[in-house]
């Protein structure tokens, strides 16, 4: 044969052999004629090949155009490996290696276009190895011999030896016949045993065809099951196992797939024990461990999904990944393995075979069978058998036809239930097993718990026996274990079921909430953990809410809501807990969040409450912010939603309520926040410290007028909240403990909760824990009927006394119900009689009062102290603290703003085009209703408010009882009654002002209006920096009230005689009983009045800048709030308003950088201030001023004003006079007079400031006088300043009893006047000494006056009058002594009881003192104001002292007095040369260094005693004084040494010195009163004696 490939190609292969190449080819394919070309192709490419081998082309070119000419026929590679097969053969064959090598090459090189497998069919073994196409030839031969001899010739055997087919077919034909008629398995059996016998079959292979064919004809159990049974006998008991286990061995390839028959099979065979389970079960794949490795691995993988779930996902090639991974998991679900020990189980769950059933899953992991459908529905299905009879007889709801379930045919199913006790025994084991995956049937789900709710019912309903009870009990803890592993996680799996949820809530809102919380706690925090299945959920559940918080906001809230909604449906803890989350970060989110649950169903309401009470109670949240001062964001948001949330959505607040309370147990009051939201949006009572008088006006009306002028919001539509949360309180019982637990813990929050915290904290917690109580007592006042009330809270003396509740929370929680009661008793005896006329009604409501009120008045006796009840009756106390602002006043200016703000409504209605006429007509009707119910509730309060008043008018006389002082009286009143009160609430500051003016405006005996706005306004200090924040601002709003009532009466003369002029409260003799009527001379006249005015905004000054100067935050932030709350009525006169000005300008600029609320508070203040200085006036313009007292007289004068009408101050110094020494003569009371308006005319020069109310008292010529005495020695003026302390009228002596309070400050000043001097003044030692000294001679002078008091007559017969207020004030001195000694400071609660004239006395000097010297500074020299400023604290801590001191024994009293008495007079006489000398010699050194500062305060000393003693030289000539009485006087004094005069001088001078001198005068007013007492005790004779003295002087 020619060769086809010439050696011209293959030399000139590249230049063109190659493409001839290819040309031959494609033509020699394209041959017609097929057989031809096939073999010269084939030629062809061995020839190519060939050369290749011998070595003329290389292997790559050869490859190269093997690759181009393979396409041309399909045959192509077959042919190639032909070609290589040949060549193969031929180069094994020859002995070059080299063309063998090129061979091997040239294969290699082609190995691309020939596949493996037909190069191995062709290709010797040896070849492909060293190919590398297979790894050993040896190995390749053996595996290919094997093969050949399986395929052929190894036999197929199908009937062993002795064996026929036609036994079998005959055999298959008994078993295949038809069994319907009477053909037994027993005859059967024996047609089988002559088969087995005739035709010699294996008995084993018999069994198996029976087991075949019963698997093909299920439906004969009844046959085929005795038929195995008694086939059994005649084999071995293990034959039948293993003959089935060999059949599941048959389908245990990985494609393999059981058929359910066989399964069936099995499961009938084991219900019938004709196998054993355990022998089964080892034939059966997959085993254990594999089970247990697989259940891991699902945990494993849902934890994965969860943590990619979690992930934060920045590119989107992640999500890419996500998605791949997502379709990978899908995949390996898709196919999973074939399990028999399911498929054994679910074949048993159909057959009703529980028992086997239960010992599989008990094989297994937890919930691992019932995670595979097929098995959960199975166990569904047998419980809805199992439940059927006992569903239909109590389950089925009303009207539903529901379809009845047919019973198992197999008898040896579980039994039916019929009652609960058997449905606990069976049918809860089964939903125990089947945990979650009873969502696979919501139908089953809805029987079970309908089930639940007939249980309930059942269990709830009395009357069953104990065992029974016993019984029920122990169904009832099964039914809440169902609960919780069944019922609820099978919600969490339902797809959005909202029917479910309600369903379910139909049986759990029969359980407590207790328990329903533990179960919503199991289910949030434990629950979820417990499958794979469930930790998926949560996962997805998260991210489906993080989604959908992302978009939230108030435009699309329904779509939101909507989709909260939806994933609420089946697992509510998950998402809430989330939203909660987000809500205590965002608090913007509120509303969104609270409108977008309105698609929730009440279940998930109910769990709603749950998470926010665990969020509440989260022990690792900070309650505070890390500044310890402010309550954290987190917990306000979770209030404000609290609120919000449970006003709008019908949710149970018990838990919340008791939560509240609980934590209040254990004194925890921040969550009190919570339940002030709560009461806040559900009742509509606000509680805020920032109310308009206005609304604080309308909130003294009708609950109308509170609705609609009260709050900042007009609260609508709270009716049905405010039910619902009346309702939670008085079913369980939380109404009256949560007002005890909060009345209780105000005062506990500072013991309690202060401990390392903040002040302002501290101070914050109070007035949450206190206007939380005000507000839930107003809704429970608002909202509980009388019955509900009276019920509840208990009286008066046990809350008091047994729930130690303070008494202002007492009467603020009993008020309503007084109220209540009387209202109802006047309604019953109106209703009884129908008597109309007026009369006939206030008798009416005044007997209803006194039946309502007369247990009250003895229950109030208990809670003081008998000596009390001996000043104010318990009919007072009672009827001051029962009555609210509605009963005293109609607010008739509140009241017409409302209706004519309804009519500009109507009015608006009317012009509005564009409403539609029904809806105009709508509105036009509420708004005419509002304003008739408005107009209704006016009537009813103004004749309510008549009938209080008569009322009061006939209780007015038996009020005021001043067993004791006027004095006393008022301590007492201001004490227990107005303090307390004014700072618990706005609206009780505004009664507490309106109640003082009331009584003035009753005539109320024995009541001093005068002392008592006195002694409100005199030193706010401590009641100021003892206040919270919210309590100031009350404490401001009472005193701008009060002060509002004394600018009226300053204002205008003619209101002043209207309404002051002739009323018992501006008496300025202050007897100790009763009322003389109309000496027009005892009254204060309209000027003087107005003096004591400008005292009063004196006083307001001096403790303002006080508060303002001693950096502390609390006293700063109260001052700045008091002052803010008072600025209508203060500053008025100019130049105290500079003052305060300059130094609130003053915090501005310290604060600014430092205490941020104080600058804050301080700016917004400055800037009111200056807004109202256009209204100011000067001080000549405030009160007269007589022009040569203008210059000469310090404000503190002004205590002792002159003239006919006596001013409260004055009468209030005369009686520090008589307390001084009771006997002087007329000629000293001139000197004193003289001395003083020296002093004055000295200070003046450097008080600009400073006014007077002397200018009454002196004439020129006086004042001439005075001037020339400048000169005096200092001598004289210590004896008139001694003189000026005598009384000069009994009256006056009486007077003093109650004016105690304002000596008390002038003492006070007396003392800081010294210690001031002392600052100023460099001491040597001498003077020390010296100082030293003269407080010992002062001691022994005061022991001396004393005596000389006992000679006075006068003295005598007010002492009579005054011993029992005298023992008190004896006793309180002797301990605040004591105290004062101690260094003690501490204010005291009662700080306006004044029971102590001496050092009142000592006080009130000290206070002008320093005044004067404030006055005379303040605009250059702040840093003396401050002095005096810190001067004015000791003291008047010593003065609170002096209020507090329990009594001693008088045996003790006495035996002090007399040693000290005895001490005093050997020294004194020693002494007193020697320190006036002293005295003069220091005072000329001070006045030289000082600008003669010690003269002015000797001579303000004498001032404020002289003016007294001027005054009562004036006095005197008032027809009831005659000169005559000084003359005397005079006498009596001359007949004393003079000796007592220095000694007297001394005292004074000693007060100035020194602060401690008040406490040693405190003692020596011990002794005075002693000796008084003795002097009483001693008899009548004395008595005489004075009677006829006086009686001869006058």
Known sequence: MAALLPAEWIKNWEKGGKSEFVQLCRALSENKNHDVGFRDIQQALYELAYHVVRGNLKHDQASNVLGDVIEFREDMPSILADVFCILDIETSCLEEKNKRDHFTQLVLACLYLVSDTVLKERLDPETLESLGLIKQSQQFNQKSVKIKTKLFYKQQKFNLLREENEGYAKLIAELGQDLSGNITSDLILENIKSLIGCFNLDPNRVLDIILEVYECRPEYDDFFVPLIESYMYMCEPQTLCHILGFKFKFYQDPSGETPSSLYRVAAVLLQHNLIDLEDLYVHLLPGDNAIIEEHKREIVEAKQIVRKLTMVVLSSEKTEEKEKEKEKEEEKTEKPPDNQKLGLLEALLKIGDWHHAQSIMDQMPPFYATSHKPIAIALCQLVHVTIEPLYRRVGVPKGAKGSPISSLPNKRAPKQAESFEELRKEVFNMLCYLGPHLSHDPILFAKVVRLGKAFMKEFQSDGSKQEDKEKMETLFSCLLSITDQVLLPSLSLMDCNACMSEELWGMFKTFPYQYRYRLYGQWKNETYNSHPLLVKVKAQTIDRAKYIMKRLTKENVKPSGRQIGKLSHSNPTILFDYILSQIQKYDNLITPVVDSLKYLTSLNYDVLAYCIIEALANPEKERMKHDDTTISSWLQSLASFCGAVFRKYPIELAGLLQYVANQLKAGKSFDLLILKEVVQKMAGIEITEEMTMEQLEAMTGGEQLKAEGGYFGQIRNTKKSSQRLKDALLDHDLALPLCLLMAQQRNGVIFQEGGEKHLKLVGKLYDQCHDTLVQFGGFLASNLSTEDYIKRVPSIDVLCNEFHTPHDAAFFLSRPMYAHHISSKYDELKKAEKGNKQQHKVHKYITSCELVMAPVHEAVISLHLPKVWDDISPQFYATFWSLTMYDLAVPHSSYDREVNKLKVQMKAIDDNQEMPPNKKKKEKERCTALQDKLLEEEKKQLEHVQRVLQRLKLEKDNWLLAKSTKNETITKFLQLCIFPRCIFSAIDAVYCAHFVELVHQQKTPNFSTLLCYDRVFSDIIYTVASCTENEASRYGRFLCCMLETVTRWHSDRVIYEKECGNYPGFLTILRATGFDGGNKADQLDYENFRHVVHKWHYKLTKASVHCLETGEYTHIRNILIVLTKILPWYPKVLNLGQALERRVHKICQEEKEKRPDLYALAMGYSGQLKSRKPFMIPENEFHHKDPPARNAVPATVQNGPGGAGMPTSLTINTVRLEEGTTEETADKLKEKSQGVVKVINKTVNATPKVTTSNGNSASNSKIIKEKDDKEKSGKEKDKEKKDKTPAATPEMKALGKDGKDKPKEERANKDEKAREIKEKTPKSDKEKEKVKKEEKASKEEKSKTVVTIIESKSTAEKEREKEPSRERDLAKEMKSKENA???????????????????????????????????????????????????????????????????????????????????????????????????????????????????????????????????????????SDSPRLNEKEKEKNKSKSSGKEKGDSIKAEKMEKSSSGSKKESRHDKEKAEKKEKRDSTGGKEEKKHHKSSDKHR
Request: overall charge positive; hydrophobic content about 10%; aromatic content about 0%.
């Open 1381 to 1519: 000694k101690g260094g003690e400071k501490v204010p005291v609660a009662g700080s306006l009881k004044s029971p102590v004239p001496r050092s009142e006395t000592s006080e009130s000097e000290r206070e002008q003192k320093r005044r004067k010297v404030d006055t005379h500074s303040s605009p250059s020299h702040s840093s003396t104001v401050k002095d005096n400023l810190n001067e004015l604290k000791d003291s008047s801590a010593k003065h609170y002292i002096n209020h507090t001191t329990p009594t001693l024994s008088k045996s003790k009293e006495r035996e002090v007095e007399k040693k000290d008495l005895d001490k005093s007079r050997e020294r004194s006489r020693e002494r007193e040369k020697k320190e006036e000398k002293d005295r003069k010699d220091r005072k000329r050194d001070h006045s030289n260094s000082d600008r003669e500062v010690p003269q002015d305060s000797t001579k303000r000393r004498k001032e404020e005693n002289g003016t007294t003693g001027s005054s009562k030289h004036s006095k005197s000539e008032s027809p």
